[in-house]
T-cell receptor, first 116, second 113 residues
Framework: DGGITQSPKYLFRKEGQNVTLSCEQN?????MYWYRQDPGQGLRLIYY???????QKGDIAEGYSVSREKKESFPLTVTSAQKNPTAFYLC???????????????FGAGSRLTVL | AQRVTQPEKLLSVFKGAPVELKCNYS??????LFWYVQYSRQRLQLLLR??SRESIKGFTADLNKGETSFHLKKPFAQEEDSAMYYC???????????????FGKGTLLTVNP
């Protein structure tokens, strides 16, 4: 069953702690994304990666870090520097290239992070 | 810079009424535009994209470059259309901008019986 798996689904963190959200895809997609979804704010881009070992900052990258060591994995670390980390985080991927459907995003189910 | 504006946070219509969800964009080049939908307790998924010129579940959207708009329309709304709708823009420049997708804040559509 192909798709994107995000874990954990729910995560609680104390202030001052770093936490890493996992995102794995078995779609053989080249590009991967992290979005933050807040009520009334829509989806805001945190980081994206076009290819292995490469990634770019999105619109709200401060306080977050990523790595892309493998094509299928794009973990997001929420650091203690992130001022308001409580949110719903969505991972997505797309094939890339010029074929039909290459620019369509496939989304994971999301991870809800709550800072206590 | 690329920006997507969805002016309505909430939209409520009755079953059988026409519905239009507005989307305006700001982009210096020629964008690629999408509508994504999130039904209750389901993942965010693609509804339609402007390059396909398709009708999905009775919804259509036309890219109007003069008005920089990509409004989503359906002539007769159904209760199952109730969901959160997001308009999204992908740049078509070279390099990283070709991969960046920007979403609007979303419109929550409620179709009443």
């Amino acid at each position: 069953d192909g798709g994107i798996t995000q874990s954990p689904k729910y995560l609680f963190r104390k202030e001052g702690q770093n936490v890493t959200l996992s995102c794995e895809q078995n779609l053989n997609h080249d590009a991967m994304y992290w979005y933050r979804q807040d009520p009334g704010q829509g989806l805001r881009l945190i980081y994206y990666s076009q290819i292995v070992n490469d990634f770019q900052k999105g619109d709200i990258a401060e306080g977050y870090s990523v790595s892309r060591e493998k094509k299928e994995s794009f973990p997001l670390t929420v650091t203690s520097a992130q001022k308001n980390p409580t949110a719903f985080y969505l991972c997505a991927s797309k094939l890339g290239g010029s074929t039909s459907g290459a620019n369509v995003l496939t989304f994971g189910a999301g991870s809800r992070l709550t800072v206590l | 810079a690329q920006r997507v504006t969805q002016p309505e946070k909430l939209l409520s219509v009755f079953k059988g009424a026409p519905v239009e969800l507005k989307c305006n964009y700001s982009y210096s080049g020629s964008p690629e535009l999408f509508w994504y939908v999130q039904y209750s307790r389901q993942r965010l998924q693609l509804l339609l994209r402007h390059i396909s010129r398709e009708s999905i579940k009775g919804f259509t959207a036309d890219l109007n470059k003069g008005e920089t708009s990509f409004h989503l329309k359906k002539p007769f709304a159904q209760e199952e259309d109730s969901a959160m709708y997001y308009c999204a823009l992908k740049g078509t420049g070279s390099g990283g901008s070709n991969y960046k997708l920007t979403f609007g804040k979303g419109t929550l559509l409620t179709v009443n019986p």
